[in-house]
T-cell receptor, first 113, second 112 residues
Framework: DTAVSQTPKYLVTQMGNDKSIKCEQN?????MYWYKQDSKKFLKIMFS???????INETVPNRFSPKSPDKAHLNLHINSLELGDSAVYFC????????????FGSGTRLTVV | KQEVTQIPAALSVPEGENLVLNCSFT??????LQWFRQDPGKGLTSLLL?????REQTSGRLNASLDKSSGRSTLYIAASQPGDSATYLC???????????FGKGTSLLVTP
């Protein structure tokens, strides 16, 4: 059983479109995250949610809107996609503030053309 | 703000060598540090998690140490194999918690 699963794995879309990435974890964790890995492979936090409440929003454009319907799911919706949004997006989860470590999904490679 | 730095950025070694990857962090109040491995085009695999109360953690040929006073962690890989070729990332909790701050990684190539 996959612990943190993301769909889709690959996403190719045109500029201006709206797209969503879904994430689910079956670890019983109460905190979930979205990270962005840019072309230089640097990983940066975008959002974190604890018990469905937004905890961190790291100066991400308003076009990015996360939604957590329950503790096991954190989805990312992106409006009006731009070329610069092309990256790999990783979902992760942890118990609390990550005192026991983080588990990452396999990533969604988004390409905006 | 917690900043994490990894040296070297890239490393190439022949198979069988022992090697050390370095990670430094700015906030000594760190409560743990986690090492990950990332293969090309793949996700992150957790290798070792060291709590602040520990000085070392071992898993197979991997040994990670944590020295809060000097703001350093090292990942030691014994008897390296070509299958160890990957990018190794270290990450520490942000000042506010609820996020990890990553280094830029060390790209390791082990040649047969």
């Amino acid at each position: 059983d996959t612990a943190v699963s993301q769909t889709p794995k690959y996403l190719v879309t045109q500029m201006g479109n709206d797209k969503s990435i879904k994430c689910e974890q079956n670890l019983g964790h109460d905190t979930m995250y979205w990270y962005k890995q840019d072309s230089k492979k640097f990983l940066k936090i975008m959002f974190s949610y604890n018990n469905k409440e937004l905890i961190i929003n790291e100066t991400v454009p308003n076009r990015f809107s996360p939604k957590s319907p329950d503790k096991a799911h954190l989805n990312l919706h992106i409006n009006s996609l731009e070329l610069g949004d092309s990256a790999v997006y990783f979902c992760a989860s942890s118990r609390g503030q990550g005192q026991y470590g983080y588990t990452f999904g396999s990533g969604t490679r988004l390409t905006v053309v | 703000k917690q900043e994490v730095t990894q040296i070297p950025a890239a490393l190439s070694v022949p198979e069988g060598e022992n090697l050390v990857l370095n990670c430094s962090f700015t906030d000594s109040a760190i409560y743990n540090l986690q090492w990950f491995r990332q293969d090309p085009g793949k996700g992150l695999t957790s290798l070792l998690l060291i709590q602040s109360s520990q000085r070392e953690q071992t898993s197979g040929r991997l040994n990670a140490s944590l020295d809060k006073s000097s703001g350093r962690s090292t990942l030691y890989i014994a008897a390296s194999q070509p299958g160890d070729s990957a990018t190794y990332l270290c990450a520490g909790p942000s000042n506010s918690g609820y996020a990890l701050n990553f280094g830029k990684g060390t790209s390791l190539l082990v040649t047969p």
